[in-house]
């Protein structure tokens, strides 16, 4: 094995100690946080704190336990409870509907988008607490696909001012799998995942194919980390990590933020952000227990994701001068292609996205489609299956049949880049309020000519992938995954909501730290960015890069 191996740089990661992390975030090595919930610290209303954070997801957990570490007082509304794994998670299908945002919404445009589910979350973690695990960066080509590709936006950040944090939060979850030869290459700090069958039959058809597949990334530990064990394999990623190998803001950032001052409150649902002058916010109103209340603060980060954001500024009337509030809304195309083997493959036991290849995720000018998407697997469990059998129209005894055959199908998934378009927006309801009288959201989403072409591209691949391990039957169906947009990144108040560190245009004070405002989307899981940018706006606020507040 020569020096230059990528096989050293997953090796070396492996093995590399765990002091910097635990000293920036020691949520890994501190009791359940159950436990230390029960001693958090509590602020009055009336006490002005250093920050206001609303969400307490992937980019608003990350914000508040960077800034409590840093000494910042800080109060993170939830809207949704507290978690307790123990209790709260059952390893079922129909028992884990309860993590979704399940609230009133209206969809409408060409191609309306189901909410719920795979795309919203509620609750201390946000969606996270529910999604599969996928975690891999964005390539250095999705900051700049406007000069690029003619397409899409220019970000005002580059890669390279993403890429510490990037490996900061991985090494926090931590970020299992093989070295990744994609965009920026780099190894992950822990290693690969045994592959179970579904991911087999990806592996011997890419490889039949000439096609490069990784085992991995997945936010799962595959080895003891702290005081998390490692995965089981039980395969009920996506109703809630019962053993806490997988990540979410819940076991991998509140434990530290509680420790260090930070006041965590569930059940709260922000309604209104107050400012004044035009210039600063000064607090947030908020329903708690049935009864409106108001926190006052120095700052305000709201961290709703790319659906309540902008609902949050739009009844706020805030930050919303050039008509870009509830803009450029995306959603990924995520066709699911499922392949019959004459051999079981009990696809749910791994992770899973437990194998993945992003060989087709820049643009080919071979094709007639800009931009591009990725595949991997995602082993849906028997619920779900089934709304795959019934979308093909299986119904009855041939619905029982193919139920009763879950074990021998393999199921692919892709993530298409879908571009960013003005008028798949959020606006408010003007006909429908939620029960604390505040206007519901309303999404608009259509797709493109590109959105489409590149639908069809990635179920071909799949296809093929399947066929070539030995598949005797295939189905697809078509759906999104994913969110991000409505708040975007730009470098000026005419193109966008906030600047390249995160704060809204025209405000001295008022941050947003979430997926709303990611100006593209790749074709990656957005949670590992949406925590890198959360990181970077935290480490320039304590550090004194961004005026403190």
Not at 399 to 427: I, K
Request: hydrophobic share 35%; aromatic share 8%.
């Amino acid at each position: 094995m020569t020096p230059s191996h990528p096989a050293l740089g997953t090796l070396r990661e492996t093995l590399r100690p765990y002091g910097d992390v635990r000293r920036r975030n020691a949520s890994a090595w501190l009791p359940p946080v159950g436990r230390l919930r029960r001693n958090m610290r509590r602020y009055d209303d009336t006490d002005e704190v250093d920050m206001v954070v609303i969400g307490c997801g992937a980019g608003g957990a990350t914000l508040t336990q960077r800034l409590a570490h840093a000494g910042w007082h800080v109060v993170c509304l939830e809207a949704g409870p507290f978690w307790d794994p123990d209790t709260d998670w059952v390893s079922d299908e129909a028992g884990s509907h309860h993590l979704y945002w399940n609230e009133p919404r209206v969809v409408g445009g060409d191609h309306p988008v189901p909410l719920g589910a795979n795309n919203s979350g509620r609750g201390v973690g946000g969606s996270m607490v529910h999604f599969a695990g996928y975690t891999p960066r964005l390539h250095p080509s999705d900051f700049h696909t406007k000069s690029l590709d003619g397409v899409g936006a220019d970000w005002p950040i580059t890669y390279d001012d993403l890429k510490p944090y990037y490996t900061r939060i991985e090494r926090e979850l931590p970020v299992a799998g093989q070295y990744w030869p994609w965009g920026d290459p780099h190894p992950h700090p822990h290693g690969p995942h045994p592959v179970g069958g579904n991911g087999q039959v990806m592996l011997d058809g890419c490889a039949a194919l000439g096609i490069e597949a990784r085992v991995g990334p997945v936010a799962i530990t595959s080895g003891r980390f702290g005081n998390r064990p490692h995965c089981v394999y039980r395969g009920f990623c996506l109703q809630g990590c019962k053993v806490d190998a997988k990540a979410s803001p819940l076991i991998t950032h509140v434990p530290d933020a509680i420790t260090h001052g930070a006041e965590i409150r569930d059940g709260s649902m922000a309604t209104y952000i107050e400012t004044e002058g035009g210039r600063r916010a000064t607090g947030v109103h908020y329903v708690r227990g049935g009864r409106p209340r108001f926190q006052r603060a120095r700052a305000v980060a709201v961290a709703g994701y790319s659906i309540e954001t902008p609902r949050l500024l739009l009844n706020s009337a805030i930050a919303n001068d050039h008509d870009q509030v509830g803009r450029y809304v995306m959603v990924q195309g995520a066709p699911q292609t499922a392949g019959r083997f004459a051999d079981e493959i009990r696809m749910y036991k791994a992770p899973p996205p437990e194998v993945s290849t992003e060989a087709f995720y820049e643009t080919d000018p071979g094709r007639p489609y800009q931009r591009g998407f990725a595949v991997q697997t995602v082993s849906p469990l028997p619920i779900t299956w089934a709304e795959h059998v019934t979308a093909q129209g299986h119904w009855g005894t041939d619905l029982r049949e193919r139920m009763r055959d879950y074990v021998h199908w393999a199921v692919l998934g892709s993530l298409c880049e879908f571009l960013p378009q003005p008028d798949n927006r959020v606006t408010l309801s003007p006909d429908e309020s939620d029960r604390n009288g505040m206007p519901v959201a309303r999404f608009d989403h259509s797709r493109c000519a590109n959105d489409d072409q590149l639908m069809a591209a990635s179920q071909q691949v799949m296809e093929d992938i399947l066929r070539a391990a030995g598949a005797t039957e295939l189905m697809t169906i078509e759906r999104y995954a994913h969110l991000v947009g409505g708040c975007r990144m730009a470098a000026t108040p005419h193109d966008g909501v906030v600047d390249a560190d995160l704060r809204v245009f025209g405000y001295d004070n008022l941050f947003i730290t979430d997926g709303s405002v990611l100006p593209t989307q790749g074709s990656a899981n957005p949670a590992l960015t949406i925590m890198a940018l959360a990181d970077r706006a935290a480490d320039r606020l304590t550090r004194g890069e961004v005026p403190r507040p």
